[in-house]
């Protein structure tokens, strides 16, 4: 310990403004030595009014005394303070609390100090050396404590400290009656920190080591030396202060030095399969290394929190239920924060230059969400490195170098927190041959910190080289991936990747080096690293969504995507999509090679009355299908595009009002709905909307159209010129 604070010295902040207990009255139980009186003693010169308690007995409870309470007040009053002595035992707590209402007026502190020792070991403690350690440490605290209650209710202020012992929290020989109160008084506080809340009452443990009468034969004699009591009246002064918003937390505290201290509880495991099994004891002896396995341990900040996560171990069972037997489930905690949903949206190409994609890059935004294909990667975290498709091949190892991500799906059930923690299970619902390789459906559920279901979805990955094992060739467990409609999309988006797209998406967690290391790319026959195909798929969503959901996540209920082909960092994704209902198929492609590398895709959207507002402008306007024609040469142009060096703005009208607006920005290379976004145009176009369908189609002469005020140009009209260069002859732009 003085070796951490030896390390620490060098950060002691600069002395701030004086905290002050002016006005405050704090009761100190045995305070009339030791850690009480120097509870005391600080609590007066910062103010407070005190009253010095100690029935004045000897170290095992024997006898008492006014003296000691006494000298202690006098001590205060000698250096200006004001204190009152109380002679009361702890177990007459209201007789003390009394004290402080009769000569002050209100009691806004008190702490539980009074305290004594009956060490023996465990077969020589006698009923009385039980009873009256428990009445002075356990018993004491509860009466002293519950006289201030009401009074601390009734001014919405309290602050209550309980002294517990390392002898309670970790035990220690010939204490077991001490250990026992000392570890009682804990779980009093824990209580007292909850029911005191609403009311501003804190109430904390202060577990404390120092040189007293208590310790003085207990403790080696050159450490006694430098643990003295006036050490740790400061951390245990300011647990007391109105400023200190502490509650609920076990402190400990020596020579200097201070921390906080809680229990932690192991990951656990499930000791049967499905919720119809029992437990078998010899599974308890196998599981347990699992049982009392601590890494990973956590804190669990309530009882709700506990019981939440016995929730989740009951859904695990549930899923175990679907486990095909002799296959194994693996779970794994998933922390996010506001920062994991902004890089994640970064990392799939969410721009603040689209001020709708602002509410996933900025956490005060008031519509901060994630885009939901984030709610992946619980799951996939969950299953990375976890072991469980190891050994799922009948007969055959399978080389994560050569297992492939070949599908996804996502079933978002409920709306998530933006911050938390989600636990995942992930189990292998089916293993198939497909004689080249086996594939292995793996089925993910994600429960939230209430044990509530929130998303689910199915990882279908190919292990290369596992095929033959005599298996089936399909299950009716696999969540199909469905072909398009057979016609041209109804809308279309494109997008370029930037170079450092996979070197950014794989913050998000998935560290593969294919992705990012040029030797592991070439080991895996790529001339370059590849990007991840969540990462594509992350694009898609999102213009789906953009496209037939006004970037609204909420709208979002699901997706299924096969990956057929990687993409390189720097590629344009296109997303071709096809509006069937609710349901949005989808096919992505690289803009520069024309191949599709994602397809069989669609995502489910929310059906509500307002759900597809672009959709609704886009079937009354014929003309979107103009600008996403546009925008698909513009992508696959993009240089020559770029040098045409113009702003253009369309204001598209329906029987003479203007029904909708587009702006390409060829110097950025954009192409979207709305006014120019930090630009000005440099050429406005007002045209009828089937007048700019018929232009397109070339059944209009745009010069007739110009001539007989069909085609309005504000501005730079050779850029115009320009723009129809970039089209080609038929679309007549
Ligand atoms: P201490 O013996 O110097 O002070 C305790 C005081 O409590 C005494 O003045 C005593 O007369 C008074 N007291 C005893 N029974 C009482 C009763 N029924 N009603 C009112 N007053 C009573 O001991 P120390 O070390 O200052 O201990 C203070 C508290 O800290 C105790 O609760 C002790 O168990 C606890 N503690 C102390 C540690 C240490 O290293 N000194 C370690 C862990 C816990």
Redesign the pocket.
């Given at each position: 310990m003085l070796k951490v604070l030896r390390r620490q010295l060098h950060t002691f902040p600069v002395m701030a403004d004086k905290l002050r207990f002016d006005g405050r009255v704090a009761v100190v139980?045995?305070a009339?030595?030791?850690?009480?009186r120097a509870y005391a003693l600080l609590f007066a010169e910062r103010g407070a009014s005190v009253v010095v308690?100690?029935?004045?007995?000897g170290?095992h409870?024997e006898g008492q005394s006014t003296n000691?309470a006494d000298s202690v007040v006098q001590e205060i009053k000698r250096k200006g303070g004001v204190a009152v002595a109380d002679y009361n035992?702890?177990?007459d707590g209201h007789k003390i609390i009394d004290t402080a209402l009769n000569n002050f007026g209100r009691v806004d502190i008190v702490v539980n100090?009074?305290?004594?020792l009956r060490d023996k070991s465990f077969a020589r403690i006698s009923d009385t050396d039980w009873d009256l350690i428990q009445r002075?440490?356990l018993k004491?605290t509860f009466k002293t404590t519950q006289a201030a209650w009401p009074h601390f209710r009734k001014q919405n202020y309290g602050r209550i400290i309980v002294?517990a012992?390392?002898s309670g929290l970790y035990g220690n020989f010939g204490q077991a009656n001490y250990s026992a109160a000392k570890m009682a008084v804990v779980g009093l506080s824990n209580t007292l920190a909850i029911e005191g809340r609403k009311y501003n009452i804190h109430c904390n443990v202060i577990?404390?080591?120092?040189a007293?009468?208590?310790?003085e034969d207990i403790l080696p004699p050159d450490f006694f030396a430098e643990l003295r009591?006036e050490l740790i009246a400061p951390v245990v002064v300011w647990l007391c202060h109105e400023e200190c918003e502490e509650t609920g937390s076990i402190i400990e505290s020596a020579a200097g030095w201070a921390g906080k201290c809680h229990l932690v509880r192991g990951k656990g495991v499930i000791l049967r399969q499905k919720l119809t099994d029992d437990v078998i004891l010899e599974t308890v002896r196998d599981k347990w290394p699992e049982v009392i396995d601590m890494s990973g341990a956590e804190r669990l900040e309530s009882i709700q929190e506990a019981s939440g996560s016995l929730m989740t171990a009951l859904e695990e069972m549930k899923a175990g239920g679907a486990v095909p037997t002799g296959q194994k489930s693996v779970s794994g905690q998933y922390s996010y924060t506001n920062r994991d949903l902004i890089l994640y949206a970064l990392g799939i190409g969410a721009t603040v230059t689209d001020p709708s994609d602002l509410k996933y890059l900025y956490e005060l935004h008031e519509d901060f969400a994630a885009i939901p294909s984030f709610w992946i990667l619980p799951g996939q975290v969950a299953m990375m490195g976890s072991g469980l498709i190891g050994d799922v091949v009948p007969g055959k190892e399978v080389d994560f170098s050569k297992v492939l991500h070949g599908e996804q799906y996502l079933e978002v059930l409920k709306p998530i927190s933006t911050s938390g923690n989600l636990k995942s299970v992930a189990y292998v619902a089916d293993v198939l041959d497909k004689g080249s390789g086996a594939v292995i459906l793996v089925n993910i559920e994600s429960f939230d910190e209430s044990g509530e279901k929130v998303a689910q979805g199915q990882m279908v990955v190919f292990a290369v080289g596992c095929g033959g094992f005599g298996g089936k060739r399909s299950s009716d467990k696999q969540i199909p991936a469905l072909s398009h409609p057979n016609r041209s999309p109804d809308a279309s988006l494109s997008q370029k990747t930037i170079e450092d797209q996979a070197a950014l998406y794989r913050l998000s967690g998935d560290y593969n080096p294919l992705h990012i290391d040029p030797n592991m790319a070439a080991l895996g026959g790529f001339d370059r690293p590849i990007l991840h195909g969540l990462c594509s798929l992350g694009f898609s969503v999102r213009h789906v969504l953009k496209r037939f959901a006004n970037n609204d996540a909420s709208k979002f209920k699901s997706v299924k995507a096969r990956f057929s082909k990687p993409v390189i960092p720097g590629q344009t994704l296109r997303t071709d999509m096809w509006q069937q209902g609710n349901r949005i198929f989808f096919e992505t492609s690289v803009v520069e090679t024309g191949s599709p590398v994602i397809s069989g895709a669609y995502i489910d959207l929310v059906e509500t009355q307002n759900v597809y507002p672009n959709r609704v402008s886009a079937k009354a306007l014929k003309s979107e299908e103009v600008f996403d024609e546009i925008e698909k040469r513009m992508m696959a142009n993009l240089d020559k595009a770029k040098k045409i060096n113009g702003v253009f703005l369309y204001k598209i009208t329906q029987n003479g009002q203007e029904a909708a607006s587009w702006t390409i920005d060829l110097k950025k290379g954009k192409l979207y709905k709305g006014d120019p976004q930090g630009t000005k145009a440099d050429c406005t176009i007002t045209i009828e909307d089937q007048d700019l369908v018929d232009m397109a189609k070339g059944t209009l002469n745009p010069q007739v159209a110009f001539m007989k005020g069909k085609l309005k140009v504000k501005g730079n009209i050779m850029l115009m010129q320009k723009l129809r260069s970039l089209t080609t002859e038929e679309s007549k732009l």
């Amino acid at each position: 310990m003085l070796k951490v604070l030896r390390r620490q010295l060098h950060t002691f902040p600069v002395m701030a403004d004086k905290l002050r207990f002016d006005g405050r009255v704090a009761v100190v139980t045995g305070a009339g030595a030791g850690l009480g009186r120097a509870y005391a003693l600080l609590f007066a010169e910062r103010g407070a009014s005190v009253v010095v308690n100690d029935l004045g007995g000897g170290r095992h409870g024997e006898g008492q005394s006014t003296n000691a309470a006494d000298s202690v007040v006098q001590e205060i009053k000698r250096k200006g303070g004001v204190a009152v002595a109380d002679y009361n035992s702890v177990e007459d707590g209201h007789k003390i609390i009394d004290t402080a209402l009769n000569n002050f007026g209100r009691v806004d502190i008190v702490v539980n100090n009074a305290g004594i020792l009956r060490d023996k070991s465990f077969a020589r403690i006698s009923d009385t050396d039980w009873d009256l350690i428990q009445r002075v440490h356990l018993k004491g605290t509860f009466k002293t404590t519950q006289a201030a209650w009401p009074h601390f209710r009734k001014q919405n202020y309290g602050r209550i400290i309980v002294t517990a012992s390392n002898s309670g929290l970790y035990g220690n020989f010939g204490q077991a009656n001490y250990s026992a109160a000392k570890m009682a008084v804990v779980g009093l506080s824990n209580t007292l920190a909850i029911e005191g809340r609403k009311y501003n009452i804190h109430c904390n443990v202060i577990a404390p080591t120092a040189a007293s009468r208590l310790t003085e034969d207990i403790l080696p004699p050159d450490f006694f030396a430098e643990l003295r009591p006036e050490l740790i009246a400061p951390v245990v002064v300011w647990l007391c202060h109105e400023e200190c918003e502490e509650t609920g937390s076990i402190i400990e505290s020596a020579a200097g030095w201070a921390g906080k201290c809680h229990l932690v509880r192991g990951k656990g495991v499930i000791l049967r399969q499905k919720l119809t099994d029992d437990v078998i004891l010899e599974t308890v002896r196998d599981k347990w290394p699992e049982v009392i396995d601590m890494s990973g341990a956590e804190r669990l900040e309530s009882i709700q929190e506990a019981s939440g996560s016995l929730m989740t171990a009951l859904e695990e069972m549930k899923a175990g239920g679907a486990v095909p037997t002799g296959q194994k489930s693996v779970s794994g905690q998933y922390s996010y924060t506001n920062r994991d949903l902004i890089l994640y949206a970064l990392g799939i190409g969410a721009t603040v230059t689209d001020p709708s994609d602002l509410k996933y890059l900025y956490e005060l935004h008031e519509d901060f969400a994630a885009i939901p294909s984030f709610w992946i990667l619980p799951g996939q975290v969950a299953m990375m490195g976890s072991g469980l498709i190891g050994d799922v091949v009948p007969g055959k190892e399978v080389d994560f170098s050569k297992v492939l991500h070949g599908e996804q799906y996502l079933e978002v059930l409920k709306p998530i927190s933006t911050s938390g923690n989600l636990k995942s299970v992930a189990y292998v619902a089916d293993v198939l041959d497909k004689g080249s390789g086996a594939v292995i459906l793996v089925n993910i559920e994600s429960f939230d910190e209430s044990g509530e279901k929130v998303a689910q979805g199915q990882m279908v990955v190919f292990a290369v080289g596992c095929g033959g094992f005599g298996g089936k060739r399909s299950s009716d467990k696999q969540i199909p991936a469905l072909s398009h409609p057979n016609r041209s999309p109804d809308a279309s988006l494109s997008q370029k990747t930037i170079e450092d797209q996979a070197a950014l998406y794989r913050l998000s967690g998935d560290y593969n080096p294919l992705h990012i290391d040029p030797n592991m790319a070439a080991l895996g026959g790529f001339d370059r690293p590849i990007l991840h195909g969540l990462c594509s798929l992350g694009f898609s969503v999102r213009h789906v969504l953009k496209r037939f959901a006004n970037n609204d996540a909420s709208k979002f209920k699901s997706v299924k995507a096969r990956f057929s082909k990687p993409v390189i960092p720097g590629q344009t994704l296109r997303t071709d999509m096809w509006q069937q209902g609710n349901r949005i198929f989808f096919e992505t492609s690289v803009v520069e090679t024309g191949s599709p590398v994602i397809s069989g895709a669609y995502i489910d959207l929310v059906e509500t009355q307002n759900v597809y507002p672009n959709r609704v402008s886009a079937k009354a306007l014929k003309s979107e299908e103009v600008f996403d024609e546009i925008e698909k040469r513009m992508m696959a142009n993009l240089d020559k595009a770029k040098k045409i060096n113009g702003v253009f703005l369309y204001k598209i009208t329906q029987n003479g009002q203007e029904a909708a607006s587009w702006t390409i920005d060829l110097k950025k290379g954009k192409l979207y709905k709305g006014d120019p976004q930090g630009t000005k145009a440099d050429c406005t176009i007002t045209i009828e909307d089937q007048d700019l369908v018929d232009m397109a189609k070339g059944t209009l002469n745009p010069q007739v159209a110009f001539m007989k005020g069909k085609l309005k140009v504000k501005g730079n009209i050779m850029l115009m010129q320009k723009l129809r260069s970039l089209t080609t002859e038929e679309s007549k732009l």
